[in-house]
């Protein structure tokens, strides 16, 4: 595909997303470098275009537009002060909450700060006085580039007609020629088309869908509570439901629609979903991403506020609802479940995953991941801190579920390492139950002093050290294939750190157990008497790669048996 | 003073400094909350005013009073979007390097975010486009404050001129009522009040000064060559020379003019200076700070780069020039030196100062005192990092000069203590010198993984660890006078720490001297044979306090002897 048609497949595509968000009329302040823009909305049918020659002139006429109609209103213009021409009816929008899309065009990264004419920086160039601002890439026209252009025309103007309403900035770099191909149509990709409902559950919508082959798809953070109320949803749709450890599904109470083992399951399933049901972020099991990107399905997106953290880009359906508001909607409205069979198919394939890791010898002696799933396995009415990187993946993967009432944290907002010993002394400072933390060396070291906290207050915590000397995260990834001589100081990063000595630092009890049957009773012990320790469980940065490989394989034969 | 007179006299010294810095003309827009300014622009009779009513058109206008000038131009207006429609000029002035002082009015904090009508967030409303943001305090009538209302006008305006030329934006927030008292004079208050000369060292205004009675104050980090300069300056000028122990000029050679414990001398020196010539930003000293605000005397300051930073705000000739052009511009001057009794006096207090110190049988014992001494008397081709609270306060205070090239290296742009281990490990790996840290024992602890880098690169860092268990530093300031239940847990902050346990988890050697005598044998054979190793010297919160608060008594008395 050549410039012309790649630019105006990805404008046609945001154009897209503009209207499928309610936006029905554009100003457009006429110039060079927003010449596709504003040509592909002056061409569009859907769209009634107004032209203003002044920028400052035509922002505020926007403003009326939106007063009298209270509809969202775009405004275009080219770059440079043009754009700077917008801030005094932006200013108003912002302090009255008028849902304003202020659309500007730019030259691309490589003219800029190299005295190109009219290049200005326009990163940021409302301040704090727009909502949001975005700045697009260059446009491309790849299936996923298309989806992206289309989403951001879509949920820049969702947000800014979120209460409170208000301007928001999306920043366009353009590249030249810039004439667009106005004979071609509205592009083919897979996209989120249909407008969401807000801040209530219109169950119209959804009810053709409720008695369909649906999945549920849980992610982030959330209590044995709320756990409850998902596990619930579940069972009400007859639906299966994922979500990674700490969304505490698997540790709030039994249910036999759960699917614990998903990183197992969906790397092999082909069973394919009518309907997917997704809760706020996506969980961070590996498989579940892959194969939400391999099966097309109409999606529901709910999250308790607006913020569409869509990865996939892929939302058919956005509701605005705690999943309190939701259940309830869900129960009152008049449905036929779908069949058994359907939930009967994935409790197989979770039946047989159980099978699998319960036969698998290296679980049963001492290592690294068989001392997570004891960990896990011993618990009962504590809390569990499990770290990023290898820690949350071993409990995701390996564990069973545990319905004791466990309750698992961690610090998965933006994934770091740097305050997880810190952020788990948070915690135990404000609790009754028994403290634990499950963490990597690395991770452990990153954040020492958060130790200082643990012994000044006193906190029986007890921290359960998986110490592969290293990072061990990237054996399981890409970078494992390169050389020892870049792997090791680069990625492997070995501490040679003796946590014995970290311990007596700080007052903290030091075990160092050799068997399972060890490591049990002492997790078994800290919780009858709790205490401030660090048990330390040796490992290697191969092993648990191994291990899953083989487990992995394991699963996949015992698959090939049953459906032969 | 009632309101109107306070925000009056404020007012006319901002006015007083804008002129200062050759602003003459001034384009207003009309508005509430800019009266007061507008009018006293328009009342001063050095000042042109321009009316526009329209602010956009107004800050295009003065970019034409700019180009055709090549002088600097101020714009006035009133809060909300008047402000904002400055905003495409201003993008143009930067693009074009025209100094265009932005003067915004505002509400005050208290009517914002409250809803008040025209009220919008003006805070850095120009993001990236101004070359710098400065939200000015509440007017305020005290001598202080008129100084500080002055040196904003006098120096954004310079900055605005500041090679690349571009605009600034000053934000004045104004109570009600608006009114200003016109016939009120500018307020008396001490100022700086002369033009400075720029880039280049205009010798013509200095050279009526040279030959008085002057005081040099160096500040900020130097390196040896540079002190060298700095001292050859004093001895050609026959000044007294004063500059903390990051300035090196108490390392790099030997000089009589060089007045090393000014902690002591300016806590009751009475000699008076009549002329005082600064180096970048104020040394460590307190008494020199304090001395500085008492005695008021012409000053110079100096600085290789503009930026202005006078806390004192009492400079009165300001010069742009590295030390070697400054040095050589002065040595290529005709003035007649100031008498040797000048000198004399100063190297006189010196003198009891060194044998106050040097009588102090204290600091012939062994604590954390007496080991800076002892530390700084036996290095020679080293490297000393010295770490922020007490560790630099105590080198400054009690160290005698060492000529032996030592290189004294701090963190002393902001003064944190939070990465002070690793930049030493940074300047270790880049030197082939011994390099010895000084450092208290809460600094060491916030950095603790900064060890982990010197254990990694094998880098043979001998660690001087002041170990008076916690903040230290307090017990000098004013919180020591809390009752023990709120100073300990807040300042003291105790961390009970066995060093012996971090320098074996880091494999560093351990030492815990136990005389002054094994404490310099160690020193002199770090030398010998560096290596990375920590020597932890114990002491209390109270005995450094006790030790310099006898030694300032102990010289007062000897002054009164000397004296009578």
């Known amino acids: 595909m050549n410039h012309q048609k790649v630019m105006t497949s990805y404008l046609l595509a945001f154009i897209e997303g503009l209207k499928t968000a309610g936006i029905k009329k554009v100003v457009i302040s006429p110039g060079s470098r927003s010449t596709p823009l504003s040509l592909l909305l002056h061409r569009d049918q859907d769209i009634t275009c107004f032209i203003d020659v002044d920028e400052r002139s035509a922002a505020f006429f926007a403003l009326g537009l939106i007063k009298a109609t209270d509809e969202p209103v775009a405004i275009v213009c080219t770059s440079g002060t043009a754009a700077a021409n917008y801030y005094p009816a932006i200013c108003e929008a912002e302090a009255t909450n ?10 691309p990264p490589e003219l800029r700060q190299v005295g190109a004419p009219q290049a200005m920086d326009q990163q940021q160039l409302y301040a704090s006085h727009v909502k949001r601002f975005v700045e697009m890439t260059v446009p491309e026209a790849s299936d996923e580039l298309l989806r992206y252009s289309h989403w951001q025309g879509l949920t820049n103007s969702l947000h800014a007609q979120q209460a409170p309403k208000g301007p928001v900035h999306v920043n366009f770099p353009l590249r030249e020629p810039l004439l667009p191909d106005l004979a071609m149509k509205a592009p083919k990709y897979t996209s989120s088309t249909i407008v969401p409902s807000q801040r209530n559950v219109d169950i119209s919508l959804l009810r053709p869908l409720l008695g369909k082959k649906g999945l549920i798809i849980v992610g982030e953070q959330h209590d044995i509570k709320e756990a409850q109320h998902y596990l ?11 979500g990674d450890p700490l969304t ?59 913020s569409w953290q869509d990865q996939l880009q892929t939302t058919n359906y956005f509701i605005e609802a705690t999943i309190t508001e939701f259940l309830r909607s869900i129960q009152q409205a008049t449905f036929t479940k779908v069949a058994d069979s359907w939930i009967t198919a994935w409790q197989q394939e979770q039946e047989l995953a159980t099978k699998v890791l319960a036969a698998q010898p290296l679980l049963k002696e001492f290592n690294e991941s068989a001392a997570t799933v004891a960990l896990v396995n011993q618990l009962h009415d504590s809390q569990l801190f499990v770290a990023n990187s290898n820690a949350i993946r071993f409990v995701d993967r390996l564990t069973a579920t545990n319905p004791n009432r466990v309750t698992i944290h961690g610090n998965r907002g933006v994934n770091g390492i740097d305050g997880l010993l810190s952020t788990t002394a948070g915690i135990a400072a404000n609790q009754a139950q028994p403290t634990f933390l499950l963490i990597g060396d690395l991770a452990l070291f990153h954040d020492m002093n958060g130790l200082q906290m643990m012994k000044q207050y006193q906190l029986p915590i007890t921290i359960v050290l998986l110490n592969n000397n290293g990072g061990g995260i990237f054996s399981f990834l890409s970078q494992q294939t390169l050389a020892p001589e870049d792997f090791t100081p680069l990625f492997g990063t070995p501490l040679d750190m003796d946590f014995q000595h970290v311990a007596k630092l700080y007052g903290a009890q030091y075990h160092q157990p050799t068997s399972l049957k060890d490591f049990e009773a002492l997790i078994i012990a800290a919780q009858q008497q709790p205490r401030f320790q660090l048990i330390e469980v040796r490992g290697t940065q191969k092993e648990p790669v191994d291990l899953w490989e083989t487990i992995c394989q394991e699963y996949q034969l015992a698959l090939g048996d049953t459906h032969g």
Not at 98 to 107: E, H, I, S
Not at 232 to 242: D, F, K, R, S, Y
């Open 248 to 306: 505490n599904l698997a540790t709030s109470q039994s249910s036999t629609h759960y699917l614990k083992q998903s990183d197992l399951i969906f790397s092999e399933t082909t069973l394919q979903p009518e309907v997917i049901l997704r809760f706020g972020r996506l969980p961070v099991t590996k498989n579940v991403l892959l194969y939400l990107k391999r099966v097309h399905a109409p999606t529901i997106l709910v999250e308790s506020a607006f």
């Open 98 to 107: 008028l849902p304003l899309v202020v659309l500007t065009t730019d030259r």
């Open 232 to 242: 619930a949803l579940a069972e009400w749709l007859n639906w299966p439901i994922v």
